[in-house]
């Protein structure tokens, strides 16, 4: 059995708790918090919550921890801290700083010797490999990445950082007609505006600057300045009505030509439709722990990204089970 050790449990942290019960090769060790353990109840019995203060004391107990914090401020911090002492996976979702995360990562495992893995999930993750396998199939042409309609946890995470807000929900939706344009082939030139806006509903404190919050959201780098945002302020009980679930989705579609002429045009299109992005999102860190636990029993060391895991590494089923039923 591989004993799973979650750090963080909010949505996320749920979810991995929820998916390691999916995988019969997989079993609970201990939750992590930074709250006061006795505040938390977990859906697992006999599992202990433990005081994110103690990790240092389970060396030895879990062979891989999934950092479950939010992408802004915790897994920048926590996921080098964490890698020094144990086997790693995280969901580190800030494109643009994947680069040092990753350096981060791969010298602090590499001073202990552990095997980490960064930007598992669906996007980084699932579409990253979409995207890798679509160019190397079609050199000649293009890829696009639409989100959404869904909401997004980084994003919504980023928000409720800001002082004054006490929730949020953000939703990422594509411009229709960028679609519509890309499936047809035309290969359009897009620029981040042009395909996807940005809906946010804020739930602010009471006698916080409205429009201090709006501007900090509609100018934060990374994540808002480069989209059309919209930021709506509502109730707390509308929150809840209106914005409990956490769907999400979206497209990965590369077009490209073949032939003499380039008179042959392909559309390759990889879709996800999510009730639940953590769930799902849990549901892929799952696979990705399967892949790190073997590696480290092959002793390998230092930081992996999706594009580095065999496939096979994903299945708990043998080489010669997977020739047989799905090669």
């Given at each position: ?14 979810g ?5 019960a999916?995988?019969?090769d997989m079993?609970?060790?201990a ?8 505040t ?6 006999n ?10 004391k ?13 992408s802004?401020?915790?897994?920048p911090e926590?996921?080098p801290?964490c ?18 995360h990753?350096?981060?990562v791969d ?13 598992a ?13 679509s160019?190397?199939?079609?050199p000649?042409g293009?890829?696009?990445?639409f ?14 950082r800001i002082?004054?807000?006490?929730d949020?929900?953000?939703y ?17 030139e897009?620029?981040?505006r042009e ?5 946010c509903?804020?739930v602010?404190?009471e ?19 480069d ?25 990965v ?6 032939g003499?002429d ?30 790190i ?18 496939p ?5 089923l043998s ?9």
């Amino acid at each position: 059995m591989i004993k799973i050790g979650i750090l963080g449990y909010g949505n996320l942290g749920r979810g991995v708790e929820c998916a390691i019960a999916d995988n019969s090769d997989m079993e609970l060790a201990a939750v992590f918090t930074r709250r006061p353990p006795e505040t938390v109840t977990i859906l697992t019995a006999n599992v202990p919550v433990v005081s994110a203060g103690d990790l240092e004391k389970w060396q030895g107990r879990i062979d891989v921890l999934v950092i479950c914090g939010g992408s802004a401020t915790d897994m920048p911090e926590q996921t080098p801290a964490c890698a020094r002492l144990f086997n790693v996976v995280d969901s580190f979702d800030t494109h643009k700083k994947i680069p040092q995360h990753f350096e981060n990562v791969d010298k602090a495992s590499k001073e202990t010797g552990h095997v980490a893995l960064i930007s598992a999930g669906w996007d980084p993750g699932m579409f990253s490999i979409s995207r890798l396998y679509s160019s190397c199939i079609l050199p000649d042409g293009k890829n696009y990445t639409f989100w959404g309609k869904g909401v997004s946890q980084g994003h919504s995470d980023a928000i409720r950082r800001i002082k004054g807000v006490k929730d949020a929900r953000q939703y990422t939706i594509p411009v229709p007609e960028a679609l519509e344009k890309v499936r047809s082939g035309e290969q359009p030139e897009l620029s981040t505006r042009e395909m996807h806006t940005r809906e946010c509903f804020v739930v602010a404190e009471e006698g916080a600057d409205l429009a201090r919050i709006e501007n900090e959201i509609k100018t934060m780098p990374n994540y808002f300045a480069d989209y059309d945002t919209t930021v709506h302020f509502i109730s707390m009980e509308e929150l809840k009505r209106d914005h409990a679930g956490i769907p999400h989705g979206g497209f990965v579609i590369r077009t490209g030509a073949t032939g003499k002429d380039k008179e042959n045009v392909h559309v390759i299109e990889y879709r996800l439709q999510l009730d639940s992005n953590p769930e799902f999102t849990a549901s892929a860190i799952m696979a990705f722990c399967r892949a790190i636990d073997r590696l480290s029993k092959e002793g390998v060391t230092g930081c992996k990204t999706v594009f580095d895991i065999a496939p096979a590494y994903l299945s708990p089923l043998s080489g010669d089970e997977l020739r047989r039923t799905m090669l």
